[in-house]
């Protein structure tokens, strides 16, 4: 059985708080090259009254392929899916108290860049040899204005890996000027308190 909360130690020049933390010059673990299948990072930042989340995630767990859509079904499957990431409120759970309502959504999609990128160049061999080797992620940065952040204590994922379950787990670092902690969160431990 895992601990349903692994803490890391954040990386030092991360925060001015832990300048000292010397003993724990651990490399930062959300590296963006570090791209494997089935895990994806949740940065949490909350600063005032600004709540900022920026998902990382390998395709693959979000659509189930990581080459250019050019199906109908594929290309559904990927609207599907940006559908649901732009819509917090299926994908995320937070205190209810805090009072947060998101303000923006970005979504940067590696595989729907491609296909514009693409567009003009349609017998590019050596471009879509490259690509059916590449790995492409899809990103997602969240704001939010919580109005009493000082209440806000809890994040749950549940809903987003039911969502998408390929998602094995989820790396999330949370910053707040009280706290920072690390988590691994699963589809057995899908909520981070603090
Ligand atoms: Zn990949």
Redesign the pocket.
């Known amino acids: 059985m895992r601990r349903p909360f692994l803490l890391i130690p954040l990386l030092a020049a991360l925060s001015p708080l832990n300048i000292s933390a010397h003993e724990h010059e651990h490399e930062h673990e959300h590296s963006l090259a570090a ?1 494997v ?1 089935g895990i994806a990072t949740l940065d949490i930042a909350l600063e005032g009254q600004v709540l900022e989340l920026q998902l990382h995630s ?1 395709a ?1 767990n979000i659509v189930g392929f ?1 080459y250019q859509p050019r199906s109908a079904a594929d290309k559904k499957k990927v609207r599907a899916a940006e559908r649901l990431l732009t819509n917090e409120q299926t994908l995320m759970s937070l205190t209810p108290a805090a009072g947060c309502a998101l303000t923006s959504v970005t979504l940067d999609n590696d595989l729907t860049e491609q296909q514009h990128s693409d567009h003009d160049h349609d017998h590019d061999q050596k471009h879509d040899a490259a690509e059916q080797q590449a ?2 992620d899809i990103a997602v940065h969240y704001v939010f204005h919580c109005a009493t952040p000082q209440q806000l204590k809890h994040i749950d994922l549940a809903n987003f890996f039911s969502a998408f379950p390929a998602t094995e787990k989820i790396n999330v670092q949370l910053i707040t000027e009280q706290a920072q902690q690390g988590a691994v969160l699963t589809p057995s431990s899908t909520a981070l308190n603090w």
Request: aromatic residues 0%; proline residues 14%; glycine residues 0%.
């Open positions: 791209h299948h390998p693959m990581e790995h492409n």
